[in-house]
């Protein structure tokens, strides 16, 4: 079965600088989808990012990219240049391409601080 | 386009009691889902319905927990009777029907938050 593991339950940021949350997984497929989603206080989630496992190149939306290192089944999210509105949960989760279902796998989340 | 609609976002209820959530999903997302987050934890999969069918309820406590999804759209859970074990953020998502070589995203309601006490 298919693990996904956030070893940082808090992190706190100063604003304007830059933070890397991590995550790992445990998997024997090699095709899935990796996801970042942010749930904010208000509780509504939200995607931040995804990742197809068959591309090399590194996700990038904006202020947010991964280190996705498939080798090493690491996939880290980077916030760059923090805002305030950045303060929320961040989970992690995968997905698998084998099972058509559409189901996903979460970690336990980190939470993230924005300092002023 | 209007999001995935829950209600209530607040219950609190004694052990023993009975509970219902409803979910709106997004008009069109053929697939719903229902999550339970426990505080400090990351959702887990209740179960999944694609259109009207249940997809998978590997998760769902059946001995206590049930749920539907009349006509493919709207679906509420239950919890009968509640335990205090029972207290989380129930969470409601939808997407389109999934196709191979493509994840679509989930799109996640605000949630209910139990307290059984």
């Known amino acids: 079965a298919q693990t996904v593991t956030q070893s940082q339950p808090e992190m706190s940021v100063q604003e304007a600088e830059t933070v890397t949350l991590s995550c790992t997984y445990d998997?024997?497929?090699?095709?899935?989808?990796l996801f970042w989603y942010k749930q904010p206080p208000s509780r509504q989630m939200i995607l931040v990012i995804r990742?197809?496992?068959?591309?090399?190149q590194n996700a990038t939306e904006n202020r947010f990219s991964v280190n996705f290192q498939k080798a090493a089944k690491s996939f880290s999210l980077k916030i760059s240049d923090s805002q305030l509105g950045d303060a929320a949960m961040y989970f992690c989760?995968?997905?698998?391409?084998?099972?058509?279902?559409?189901?996903?796998?979460f970690g336990k989340g980190t939470r993230l601080h924005i300092l002023p | 386009e209007a999001g995935v609609a829950q209600s209530p976002r607040y219950k609190i209820i004694e052990k023993r009691q009975s509970v219902a959530f409803w979910c709106n999903p997004i008009?069109?997302?053929?697939?719903l889902y229902w999550y339970q987050q426990i505080l400090g934890q990351g959702p887990k999969l209740l179960i999944q319905?694609?259109?009207?069918?249940?997809?998978?309820d590997s998760q769902l406590p059946k001995d206590r927990f049930s749920a539907e999804r009349l006509k493919g759209v709207d679906s509420t859970l239950k919890i009968q009777p509640a335990k205090l074990e029972d207290s989380a953020v129930y969470l409601c998502?939808?997407?389109?029907?999934?196709?191979?070589?493509?994840?679509?995203?989930?799109?996640f309601g605000p949630g209910t938050r139990l307290t059984v006490t």
């Open positions: 319905f694609q259109n009207n069918g249940v997809v998978d």
């Open positions: 998997t024997s497929e090699s095709d899935y989808y």
């Open positions: 008009s069109g997302h053929a697939t």
């Open positions: 989760a995968y997905r698998s391409e084998m099972n058509r279902d559409d189901k996903i796998i």
């Open positions: 990742q197809e496992a068959y591309k090399q």
């Open positions: 998502a939808s997407s389109p029907k999934a196709i191979a070589g493509y994840s679509y995203e989930q799109y």
